[in-house]
């Protein structure tokens, strides 16, 4: 393999990873071979990293990919060898996922995504819906019309197993051939199956494990003071974008017989944003609000004020209980030994109704709401209207929601309350950041 | 030296002599940005000795070393030029009834004589090779980021009363970044990036007897081990910098530790922890003896 050839190859693969490779990156990188030679592997790779990878979050993934993309010839070929021997397999699977999921003699209908889901469930559970399609079929007075019926009933247990497969953290994915260079896509095989993701900002909040807690706590402290700190600097006056103050310039000139020899400028007007925050800490999501929660209670100095609200099937208020500087397991453990909801199920228009009575001087026109809920939750229609009426006493409504994105078309709830706030999906602390920065404290206030 | 006649080890050779213990994953990236003539993205912890590479290449070419601070609201007048609006007037207010032709004050008032150069015009116009560091460029927003990798492009500026202003000699251009926010990816593209770690036990050693060359090689060792191994704990709220434990080694000089011991710990921990929760953290006794314990094992 030309090294030309080489190179156009591995930033492939690279870019598969995430890292975004341009044109001009590669170009620099093959004058950067020029320059060290390709005799010393680790000067290579040095070279490469810099031309390439240009945030240091990505170096892991790119030192994986240097690691086996630079192997011997025989290794690569067994990479590629091991690829077309996993598709046919993923191929077999879906073909007996068609075959023995049927409904009067034809194959039900499913997405390659569902026929995935199939083959990884435990046998007994698979003979279940097989069980199940086949008295249907066998039922009295059951004919083809029945077939959208009970295709819909196997899709959506497919989908609901997919869904708790991913909380038992194991991820259903259709195989698709991903460049169709048998060779990268044999590596990029190689590379999922590794852990490389160090990054714990795109990790998903709710499978931190325990024993990884403290670095996360770390990590979101380090964020959200990074954001503070960024952000009260820019409550300083600045000459950029102020105006100048005629009416002081003019007043400061007289003691210059009237030449304007200093401008004044006028000073933006500061007003921080006041948040309030509902966090669903019912059953899975207490983890995820416990981020939200220690990640805002970060930005104390630069947020006029925030209220914090917890609820599940009712509402508790709970900004006297938490501190600025409080770690995770410290507010986690003070919540749960002050509060009656923690891991109950959720009933947002209960817990809204509780809010709208007892605390509704809170929800001012100035004020920015975000709620933490995967959308979950009892009397969906009565939930809704609540969820308008605030929405039409504060100033903007942001909802956290913890699903992921491809989820969110079959829960009904989502698209109910998408209309009257902007949701966002926020299962990593990545999310989070960008959310809080790009919409909680974008305005100029 | 010569940036034509440069090579790997030459300039391995040159750090050394300038005391900045690099291995090839800091020179190789730098001996690039040299050779191929691009701007050198230098990303890390405040600490770890990002601005004092621009120092050293400054000093290792023997050129003047131009430095932008950046920081949030930081604008093309502060970073580029500005005239002299103050100067100008009183320039006005004395040829006022001098001349009857306005052009002639005007030519006069946007010369040389009244333009401020600010370091990036400074490099611009620089009479010999200089080294430019824009120092901290996350700092500033994304309107003063393009117009930087507009100028970084082509060096060259216009000023509308002077016409462009082409660089007369190319300058070697370091940014440094905290990474307190994600830089665009068109500026990140002309650059060549190298990210500085903190050190492993072994090179911050080095790099503790190369700087503070009358502490013994126990002493920096110790140094070293005690500080790897408070990097190493989660709680800490600020990680301590290799500039810390230059602080910290000098500090143990100056109280006359020839060792560290618990004693000498509790007394000079201020000069490397500056947190106060930090400092209660690593007084509690588990944290203490953990650090002596990583000090000891070096001995062994």
Known sequence: MSVDLALARFAMMLRELGIRVTTAELLDAARALVEVGVTDRERVRVALASAIVKDSQQMPAFNRAFDLFFSPPEVLAEYAGKHELMLSKKRQELSRAS??????????????????TYARLKPEDQERIREFLDRSTHGKKVGPNFRPLIESIVQGHLDRWRQKLREEGIQVAVP??????????????????????????????GQVRDEDLPYFERVTRELSHRLATRLSRRYRMSRRNAQVDIRRTVRASISQGGVPFRLKFRARKVQKPRLLLFADISGSMSKYSGFVVQFL????????????????????????????????????????????????????????????????????????????????????????????????????TLWLNTLPRQEWDRIPSVARFSRHVKMFECNTLAHLERIVRDEVLKYPY | MEIAELTLSKLREGFKHQSYIADDDIVVPVYLALKLGKPLLVEGAPGVGKTELAKVLSRLFGCPLIRLQCYEGLDENKALYEWNYQKQLIRIQIVKDRYDDTQHVEDEIFSDAFLLERPLLRAIRSPEKSVLLIDEVDRTDEQFEAFLFEVLSDFQVSIPEMGTLVARHIPIVVLTSNRSRELSDALKRRCLFLFIDYPSVEKETRILKAKVPEAGEKLAEQVASAVHQMRSMDNLKKKPSIAESLDWIRGLLAMGASELDAHAIRSTLNLVVKHKDDFSALLEKGCLCALMEASRRIER
């Open chain 1, 297 to 396: 209670l970060g930005l104390a100095s630069v947020v006029d004020t925030i209220e914090v609200f917890l609820f599940a099937e009712e509402l508790e208020h709970v900004t006297e209980l938490l501190e600025p500087e409080m770690g995770m397991r410290q507010a986690a453990e003070r919540i749960i030994e002050h509060s009656a909801q923690w891991g109950k199920g959720t009933n947002l228009a209960a817990s809204l109704q509780t809010f709208l009575t007892e605390h509704r001087s809170y929800a001012t026109s100035d004020t920015v709401v975000i709620i933490v809920s995967d959308t979950k939750t009892l009397c969906l229609d009565e939930a809704e209207a609540k969820l308008a009426l605030l929405g039409e006493m504060t100033r903007d």
């Open chain 1, 99 to 116: 075959e023995e999921l049927l409904f009067l003699g034809e194959p039900v209908e499913l997405t390659d995504l569902q026929k995935s």
């Open chain 1, 176 to 205: 698709v051939p991903v460049t169709g260079d048998a060779l990268v896509d044999g590596l990029l095989d190689e590379i999922a199956g590794m852990d490389i993701d160090s990054s714990f900002l795109h990790r998903d909040l």
